[in-house]
């Protein structure tokens, strides 16, 4: 190839790469200009309701029959607008296939409501097995359908919001991504997940709750959740008593005085540094018991062990600590 050659495709590039810049420029100048009024230099205001674009300081239409992306109908209530609308469910970490596949309905039933014949249900049915076949296509999705299902289980059964069940299936995705699993039950990391997550939102519940809906016993779950912060490396801070008061108080049916009182025992427990090396449940059970004796309320040893799930003895011994201490600091 001859120099003048190179020359002319050095000079053809370089009035495309000034063509390009000079495009560029000009699509940014035209952008500006949209956005401030032509006529005043003021701000633009898109009145949907028009369609129209216009200015906000003297008033000109700068722009007539925007395009409407929204929809086509009107709805006045949540259960018209779930009727009406076309589109699917948002994805989800707590479905293995976070929810972008196909179900096939259990209704055998038309697009006209119209019931099938027993051949066509026959069909149906088949279809049903192959669907669910196909949806599950190797062993690690298997492995993640039954993980995610124990997670929903026993969320449910703990009464623990949507939010610690997307986070728990995050963290036993990434368990099952690092290849954490091998040698440990499904059960085991998906609970040891679950009592991760909720420590992590503020939800705490203890290891003997989840002992309660979990298939693992309590020394696995300690174990296996040990493991699992470890090699994810995930920050949880200590358990905070205070977590656990609203819903004791909660279950128990005392009132807010108790629960405000409940508050100030652990604060002045915390100050006096006594919370240290002690369970945050014990101690958060025994400050309710104590603030309903404070109140006068009835509430009974045996009460608060059942709903904070530890024995009647740790409430005693917990509770005259934290009057200890209260009555320490209203002499101090």
Known sequence: MSDTTIREYVSTDRRRESVDETATEQETEAEGERQVCPECGGSLVADEARGETVCGDCGLVVETDAVDRGPEWRAFDSSERDSKSRVGAPTTQMMHD????TNIGWQNKDAYGNSLSARQREQMQRLRTWNERF????????????????????ASALGLPENVRETASVIYRRALGDDLLPGRSIEGVATSALYAAARQAGTPRSLDELETVSRVDKMELTRTYRYIVRELKLEIEPADPEQYVPRFASELGISDEAERQAHTLLQGAKKAGIHSGKSPVGLAAAAVYAAALLTNEKVTQSQVSEVASISEVTIRNRYKELLEVDDAGLFA
Do not use: C, F, P, V
């Not at 949806?135 to 026993?154: F, H, P, V, Y």
């Open 135 to 154: 949806r599950t296509r190797d062993s690690k999705e298997r492995n993640l359908k039954q993980a995610l299902g124990e997670i929903d289980r026993m």
């Open 98 to 101: 976070k929810g972008l596949s």
